[in-house]
C-alpha cells in the first residue's frame, strides 16, 4: 500500500517543495514580474520561448513500455545488460526487461522508508563495476529519528537482495523538505551526492553557506572496495579547518536531479527555488552557488544588492509563475533520433510540464528555448546509453516517455 497521501493539487503533492510554499509557513505570492538572470547575460527565459530558436526543435513526447506503469517514479537507470531500474517513492524498485515489454520486482525496501510529501526513495546509482558485482547505492528517507540514508546493497540471480545494506552514513533531518536525492557516479568514479538544504523556508539553520554540514551541498566520496566510504584527497575543502571533506560544492538549496554529460564529463544540476526564481547550474570543484544569500541570479527577496562576491550564477534561470514551480534537471542530449537536439542540456518542470533546451559557450547561454509541453508533473529525467532522453510521469500508474522528432 503506498504511504503517499492523495492529492487534488500539485501544490499539495510536489515532494520538490518549491513556489506552493515550505512546511506549514504560509507560501509566498509567486513573483509574475521577475526577470530570468539568464547567467546575467541577458538570455531568453524558458518562459518566453514557445518554439524552436536559433536550431532547437521542437519534440514530442513517444509513450516506452506501453503496457507497463509505475507508482510516483522517482528515477530510471540503464543497466549494463539492457534492462532499466525504475525507482518509485514508496521504497520499491522495480526491473524492465530489455525488451520492455515486462517489469517485476528488483528490490523492496518499503518497511524502511517513510514515504510521502518530499521524503520517501530518492535516488539510486549503479556501481560502474556492476556487471561483476551487482552493488548499488541508493538514498532514502527513514524515520523516528527523521533522516536521510545513504546504503550500498548487492544484487544476486538478476534482483536485489534486501537483507544486504550497509549503511554508509546517516544525516538526522530537521524537517521533512528539501532531500534532494540524487546519486550517480562521475567519470572519476566517485559518487557524487545531492543534499538538500535540510528543509523549512529560507534556509532557518544557514546550512547551504556552511561548509560544515552536508546539508546543501553536491558531495563527492569514495566508495571503491567496499566497507566505509573514504573522502577523496583532492576534493577542494580536505583538510580547511571548520569544513567538511566530503563537500564539492554548496549554496544549493534544494537540487533536484543532475548529471553528467557524457562527452564532456560536465555536471549540471537544476536547483529548486524558494518562491521567486528556479535555476539550472554549471557545477564546479568547490563552487558557491549563492543559497540562501542568493536565489537564482537575483538576491532572495529580489534586486542585486546583496553581497555577491565569490558566487556563481546560474547558466539560466526562470519566475517559479505561469505554472512553474519546481525544476526538474535532466541531461545533456547525446542520441541519434534528434539530430537538431545534439549537444542541449534538457530539462523541465515538475509542475507545468514544459521541457526546454539550451545551448552554452563557456559558461554562457546561447540559446533557449521549450520543446515540449509534456502535459504532466515531470519527476525527473532518464538518459539511456544511447544517448535518448526520457521523462518519467510523478502519479499512480504513471508512464516513461521518450522525446522523439
Same mark, same amino acid.
Given at each position: 500500500?503506498?504511504?503517499?497521501?492523495?492529492?487534488?493539487?500539485?501544490?499539495?503533492?510536489?515532494?520538490?517543495?518549491?513556489?506552493?510554499?515550505?512546511?506549514?509557513?504560509?507560501?509566498?505570492?509567486?513573483?509574475?514580474?521577475?526577470?530570468?538572470?539568464?547567467?546575467?547575460?541577458?538570455?531568453?527565459?524558458?518562459?518566453?520561448?514557445?518554439?524552436?530558436?536559433?536550431?532547437?526543435?521542437?519534440?514530442?513526447?513517444?509513450?516506452?513500455?506501453?503496457?507497463?506503469?509505475?507508482?510516483?517514479?522517482?528515477?530510471?537507470?540503464?543497466?549494463?545488460?539492457?534492462?532499466?531500474?525504475?525507482?518509485?517513492?514508496?521504497?520499491?524498485?522495480?526491473?524492465?526487461?530489455?525488451?520492455?515489454?515486462?517489469?517485476?520486482?528488483?528490490?523492496?525496501?518499503?518497511?524502511?522508508?517513510?514515504?510521502?510529501?518530499?521524503?520517501?526513495?530518492?535516488?539510486?546509482?549503479?556501481? =560502474?563495476?556492476?556487471?561483476?558485482?551487482?552493488?548499488?547505492?541508493?538514498?532514502?528517507?527513514?524515520?523516528? =529519528?527523521?533522516?536521510?540514508?545513504?546504503?550500498?546493497?548487492?544484487?544476486?540471480?538478476?534482483?536485489?537482495?534486501?537483507?544486504?545494506?550497509?549503511? @554508509?552514513?546517516?544525516?538526522?533531518?530537521?524537517?521533512?523538505?528539501?532531500? %534532494?536525492?540524487? @546519486?550517480?557516479?562521475? =567519470?572519476?568514479?566517485?559518487?557524487?551526492?545531492?543534499?538538500?538544504? %535540510?528543509?523549512?523556508?529560507?534556509?532557518?539553520?544557514?546550512?547551504?553557506?556552511?561548509?560544515?554540514?552536508?546539508?546543501?551541498?553536491?558531495?563527492?566520496?569514495?566508495?571503491?572496495?567496499?566497507?566505509?566510504?573514504?573522502?577523496?584527497?583532492?576534493?577542494?575543502?580536505?583538510?580547511?579547518?571548520?569544513?567538511?571533506?566530503?563537500?564539492?560544492?554548496?549554496?544549493?538549496?534544494?537540487?533536484?536531479?543532475?548529471?553528467?554529460?557524457?562527452?564532456?564529463?560536465?555536471?549540471?544540476?537544476?536547483?529548486?527555488?524558494?518562491?521567486?526564481?528556479?535555476?539550472?547550474?554549471?557545477?564546479?570543484?568547490?563552487?558557491?552557488?549563492?543559497?540562501?544569500?542568493?536565489?537564482?541570479?537575483?538576491?532572495?527577496?529580489?534586486?542585486?544588492?546583496?553581497?555577491?562576491?565569490?558566487?556563481?550564477?546560474?547558466?539560466?534561470?526562470?519566475?517559479?509563475?505561469?505554472?512553474?514551480?519546481?525544476?526538474?534537471?535532466?541531461?545533456?542530449?547525446?542520441?541519434?533520433?534528434?539530430?537538431?537536439?545534439?549537444?542541449?542540456?534538457?530539462?523541465?518542470?515538475?509542475?507545468?510540464?514544459?521541457?526546454?533546451?539550451?545551448?552554452?559557450?563557456?559558461?554562457?547561454?546561447?540559446?533557449?528555448?521549450?520543446?515540449?509541453?509534456?502535459?504532466?508533473?515531470?519527476?525527473?529525467?532518464?538518459?539511456?546509453?544511447?544517448?535518448?532522453?526520457?521523462?518519467?510521469?510523478?502519479?499512480?500508474?504513471?508512464?516513461?516517455?521518450?522525446?522523439?522528432?
Amino acid at each position: 500500500m503506498l504511504k503517499l497521501l492523495a492529492v487534488a493539487v500539485f501544490c499539495v503533492v510536489a515532494f520538490l517543495s518549491a513556489a506552493c510554499g515550505d512546511d506549514s509557513a504560509p507560501s509566498e505570492s509567486p513573483a509574475t514580474t521577475a526577470t530570468p538572470s539568464g547567467a546575467g547575460n541577458g538570455a531568453p527565459a524558458p518562459t518566453g520561448s514557445t518554439g524552436p530558436q536559433r536550431g532547437l526543435p521542437e519534440v514530442r513526447l513517444q509513450r516506452v513500455f506501453p503496457n507497463l506503469s509505475f507508482d510516483n517514479m522517482t528515477g530510471m537507470y540503464p543497466l549494463p545488460d539492457g534492462r532499466w531500474l525504475v525507482t518509485e517513492q514508496a521504497g520499491r524498485v522495480q526491473v524492465v526487461n530489455a525488451q520492455g515489454t515486462q517489469a517485476s520486482l528488483f528490490l523492496d525496501i518499503d518497511p524502511k522508508v517513510n514515504s510521502g510529501g518530499e521524503e520517501g526513495l530518492l535516488g539510486l546509482a549503479i556501481a =560502474p563495476d556492476f556487471a561483476t558485482s551487482g552493488v548499488f547505492y541508493v538514498h532514502y528517507s527513514a524515520a523516528n =529519528p527523521r533522516r536521510s540514508v545513504f546504503a550500498r546493497y548487492s544484487s544476486n540471480a538478476g534482483v536485489g537482495v534486501p537483507g544486504s545494506e550497509q549503511i @554508509l552514513f546517516q544525516l538526522e533531518d530537521a524537517f521533512s523538505n528539501h532531500n %534532494g536525492g540524487q @546519486l550517480a557516479f562521475g =567519470p572519476d568514479g566517485y559518487l557524487y551526492i545531492a543534499m538538500g538544504d %535540510g528543509g523549512s523556508r529560507l534556509d532557518p539553520n544557514g546550512n547551504g553557506q556552511n561548509l560544515g554540514t552536508l546539508f546543501g551541498k553536491i558531495l563527492r566520496i569514495d566508495v571503491a572496495g567496499g566497507g566505509a566510504y573514504r573522502v577523496p584527497a583532492d576534493n577542494p575543502f580536505v583538510g580547511r579547518q571548520g569544513a567538511r571533506g566530503e563537500v564539492w560544492a554548496y549554496g544549493l538549496r534544494n537540487p533536484w536531479r543532475f548529471s553528467f554529460d557524457s562527452r564532456t564529463g560536465e555536471l549540471w544540476a537544476g536547483d529548486v527555488g524558494q518562491n521567486t526564481l528556479e535555476e539550472i547550474d554549471l557545477i564546479t570543484k568547490g563552487g558557491n552557488y549563492g543559497w540562501v544569500t542568493m536565489e537564482g541570479g537575483a538576491c532572495t527577496g529580489g534586486g542585486n544588492n546583496c553581497d555577491r562576491a565569490g558566487k556563481i550564477l546560474p547558466i539560466v534561470d526562470y519566475p517559479t509563475a505561469n505554472g512553474n514551480c519546481a525544476v526538474t534537471g535532466g541531461f545533456v542530449y547525446h542520441g541519434s533520433a534528434i539530430a537538431a537536439l545534439e549537444g542541449a542540456y534538457v530539462y523541465g518542470d515538475y509542475c507545468s510540464g514544459r521541457i526546454w533546451g539550451l545551448r552554452k559557450e563557456g559558461s554562457q547561454m546561447t540559446e533557449n528555448a521549450q520543446l515540449a509541453d509534456a502535459g504532466f508533473g515531470i519527476s525527473s529525467f532518464a538518459q539511456g546509453p544511447d544517448g535518448e532522453i526520457y521523462a518519467l510521469e510523478y502519479k499512480d500508474n504513471g508512464g516513461i516517455y521518450r522525446l522523439s522528432p
